[in-house]
C-alpha cells in the first residue's frame, strides 16, 4: 500500500541548489514525487557557525516501509558526498523523513514523526506551503498551526537565485 512521506531536503555546502534537484531526481526512484516546496534560504540553528541552508520539503508516494526508505535517503547522501564529521555542522545534502504517511516509528535508527519538526521553521515553512492541514499524527495539529505556534527567530525567507541571504 503506497503512503506519503514527507522529506525535508538541506544543503549549505557547493551548489545548493543543484544538491537539492539531484537529491529530489534520486529520490524520485522510491516513488512518484506529489508536491515539492519552493526553496527557502534558512539561517543554520545549534550549530551556527557554518554557511546558510537551501531547504525544501517534498511529498513522495512510496511503497517501501519507512526503515527502508530512510536506508535508501542515508544511500543518497552517501554517494552525493555528505560526510558526517560535525554533528550539525555543513553538509552537502541531508535528508529527513518528517512524516510518513500515519505512522508512528520509534526505533533507534529512526523516529516518525522527525522529533524535531515541531521547532524548526526551515521544516515547518516548506512543508506548510504544500500540506497546510496536514494532521501531526502524534500531537493531532495541522503543520499551520504548528508554524503559528512556532517561537519568533529562526530566519528563513523564500529563495531568489542570485541573492544570497546571511
Known amino acids: ?47 551556527t557557525d557554518q554557511p546558510w541552508f537551501l531547504n525544501c520539503v517534498i511529498a513522495l508516494e512510496t511503497m517501501a516501509q519507512p526503515a527502508q526508505l530512510m536506508a535508501e535517503l542515508l544511500r543518497i547522501e552517501h554517494v552525493m ?19 510518513f504517511g500515519d505512522a508512528v516509528v520509534n526505533t533507534p535508527e529512526l523516529t516518525v514523526p522527525h522529533p524535531e519538526m515541531t521547532r524548526r521553521r526551515f521544516v515547518l515553512e516548506p512543508l506548510a506551503e504544500i500540506a497546510p492541514e496536514l494532521l501531526h499524527p502524534v500531537l ?25 541571504a546571511g
Do not use: C, W
Not at 514527507?6 to 522510491?30: H, K, P, T, W
Not at 558526498?81 to 512524516?99: A, E, F, M, N, T
Not at 495539529?141 to 512556532?150: A, D, Q, Y
Open 140 to 164: 493531532q495539529k495541522t503543520v499551520t498551526l504548528l508554524l503559528t505556534e512556532l517561537a519568533p527567530g529562526q530566519r528563513v525567507q523564500k529563495y531568489e537565485p542570485g541573492i544570497r
Open 81 to 99: 558526498g555528505r560526510q558526517r564529521v560535525v554533528k550539525k555542522g555543513p553538509r552537502s545534502i541531508d535528508i529527513d523523513i518528517l512524516l
Open 1 to 47: 500500500m503506497n503512503a506519503i512521506a514527507y522529506l525535508s531536503l538541506g544543503s549549505n555546502l557547493g551548489n545548493r541548489e543543484q544538491n537539492l534537484r539531484e537529491a529530489i531526481r534520486r529520490a524520485s526512484a522510491f516513488g512518484r514525487i506529489v508536491a515539492v516546496s519552493s526553496f527557502y534560504e534558512t539561517e543554520p540553528v545549534e550549530f
